[in-house]
C-alpha cells in the first residue's frame, strides 16, 4: 500500500464527492496510514472483521464507519451498534428491524437504501417501483436518517452500461428528495462522479490487491 497512490486519487476526484475508503480485507496499520493522511471514512463488510479493527482503532476516534456487506438479520444490533453509516439495506424487512434495534440502542444511523437497477442475480437491492410504493412508510420508521442510495453494478459492463445504471440511481435518489449516491468502485468510479455520485467506494484503487 502506497499513500501516494491516495493522494493521486484525491487530487482526480471533485471536492463534492466523498471517498470512501474500503478496508475490508486490509490492516488496522495499513487504515491508520491513509488516516494519517486525511481520510476518516472507511468502509467494511464483515461485521466480525470490522468489529476487530475497530477495537485496534478505538483512540482513532475521527474515524466513520460504514457498512457495505450483506446485511445478516442476526447481525442488526451488532451493525446498529457500531457503525455510523449503512449503504447495504437491501429490503424493508431490514429497514425496519434497524429502526426498531436503532430506537432500543438509542441510535440513529445515516442510510442509503441499496437499489436494485439490473438483473444480476448475486446483487440484491430494493425494486426501485416497490422502493416508490413503499416510500411513505418507510419516511414514517424512526431513528434512521435516510440519506441516499446504494448500488452496485454488474461485473463487466462497458463504460456505456454503467453510466446508464449510474444515472438511473441518480434520478431515484432525486425523485425521492435524497442527497446521497453510494455508487463507483474501482473500476467504474469516472462515471459515477459523471452520473452525480456523492460516495465513491473505493478498496483495490487505495489500497491495492487484496490477498
Ligand atoms: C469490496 C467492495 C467495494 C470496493 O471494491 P474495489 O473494487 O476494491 O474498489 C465497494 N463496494 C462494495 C459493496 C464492496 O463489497
Given at each position: ?8 486519487i484525491k487530487n482526480k476526484i471533485p471536492s463534492n ?57 442476526n447481525k442488526i444490533r451488532k451493525i446498529v451498534q ?92 432525486d425523485s425521492l428528495q435524497l442527497p446521497d449516491c ?30
Open positions: 500500500m502506497n499513500p501516494a497512490n491516495y493522494l493521486e464527492v466523498n471517498i470512501l475508503a474500503v478496508s475490508k480485507g486490509f490492516k488496522s496499520q495499513e487504515i491508520k496510514t491513509i488516516q494519517n493522511i486525511g481520510q476518516n471514512d472507511f468502509g467494511e463488510s464483515k461485521v466480525q472483521e470490522a468489529l476487530e479493527k475497530q477495537l485496534t482503532l478505538k483512540d482513532h476516534k475521527q474515524i466513520n464507519w460504514h457498512f457495505i456487506g450483506r446485511i445478516q438479520s457500531n457503525f455510523k453509516y449503512i449503504h447495504s439495506v437491501d429490503s424493508f424487512e431490514k429497514l425496519q428491524k434497524i429502526s426498531n434495534i436503532s430506537r432500543e440502542e438509542k441510535k440513529n444511523p445515516l442510510i442509503m437504501l441499496q437499489v436494485k437497477l439490473s438483473d444480476d442475480p448475486t446483487k440484491g437491492g430494493f425494486n426501485p417501483e416497490f422502493l416508490i410504493m413503499k416510500w411513505r412508510e418507510i419516511q414514517e420508521l424512526k431513528n434512521i436518517s435516510l440519506t441516499g442510495l446504494m448500488t452496485i453494478n454488474p461485473k463487466g459492463l462497458s463504460s456505456k452500461e454503467n453510466s446508464g445504471l449510474f444515472k438511473k440511481c441518480r434520478a431515484l435518489a453510494s455508487m463507483g468502485m474501482s473500476g467504474d468510479w469516472e462515471e459515477a462522479i459523471d452520473a452525480g455520485s456523492t460516495w465513491l467506494r473505493l478498496g483495490s484503487l487505495i489500497f491495492g490487491g487484496r490477498f
